[in-house]
């Protein structure tokens, strides 16, 4: 109950605010594919219903909001030409806002692992792996793992975050999740482990799984799994 009560207390309620007045936060790190853009965007003009956009009072700009959770709603709603938008406005600290969007911003579109990796270490230093886990979708050792993106030369990273949507979409690393046993984790732990072949750095465990697949896929289409020991 005390916990709830905390949580109300930084709610200052719902505020309908002119567009001009949000700012994106720059720690974004969702991005949304152009068909589902484009279903949201026909969602919003044939029934005018979205859910409200969560902001809080920019921290260095007067009069203005700062969005954490429906950067997608606020570019859409502009490109149809509205003016103001339904927001529950929040009045949350720097940290709190970092949390925020490492948690609502999952819910819609999808993220970009280079820019999600770079609020993961804002946020890290901040705050424990464990603390953070607790906290976040992922679990601690996926944190450390997308944060091992941030081991790509600058370079890298900035001609990453120079590309257009679509080039994202085709050459941003991926965040691949599996559901596995305890049992069949240790399996492919193993598994994945000899496969790397050595590999150093962060490829190792990325560089295992393509060599298995390329190697059961050598196999052709018609080989039998083995059965697990």
């Known amino acids: 109950m005390n916990g709830n009560r905390a949580n109300e207390s930084k709610r200052i309620g719902p505020r309908v605010i002119p567009l ?3 700012r994106p936060h720059p720690l974004n790190s969702n991005v949304m594919p152009e068909d589902l853009r484009a279903k949201l965007a026909a969602h919003i003009k044939q029934s005018g219903r979205y859910p409200m956009v969560i902001v809080r009072p920019h921290p260095d700009e007067a009069d203005q909001f700062q969005i954490l959770d429906g950067h997608h709603r606020v570019e859409v709603l502009r490109d149809l030409g509205h003016t103001d938008i339904r927001c529950d406005v929040w009045a949350v600290d720097d940290r709190e806002a970092k949390i925020l969007l490492a948690t609502l911003n999952r819910l819609q579109g999808q993220d970009s692992p280079i820019r999600r990796a770079q609020l993961l270490h804002e946020l890290l230093g901040e705050m424990s ?5 607790g906290l976040l979708p992922e679990t601690d050792k996926q944190i450390e793992e997308l944060h091992a993106l941030l081991e790509f030369p600058a370079e890298e990273i900035a001609a990453l975050l120079a590309a257009d949507a679509e080039e994202q979409e085709r050459v941003l690393p991926r965040v691949i999740s599996f559901v596995v046993t305890a049992d069949q984790e240790e399996l492919i732990e193993r598994a994945v482990e000899k496969a790397s072949d050595g590999t150093p750095g962060r490829d190792r465990k990325s560089s295992g799984l393509v060599h298995l697949a390329r190697h059961f896929l050598a ?4 080989a039998v799994l083995p059965e697990e020991a």
Not at 129 to 133: E, V
Not at 219 to 222: K, L, M, N, S
């Open 20 to 22: 001009v007045g949000l």
């Open 129 to 133: 792996l464990g603390d953070l886990a």
């Open 219 to 222: 196999e052709g289409t018609d």
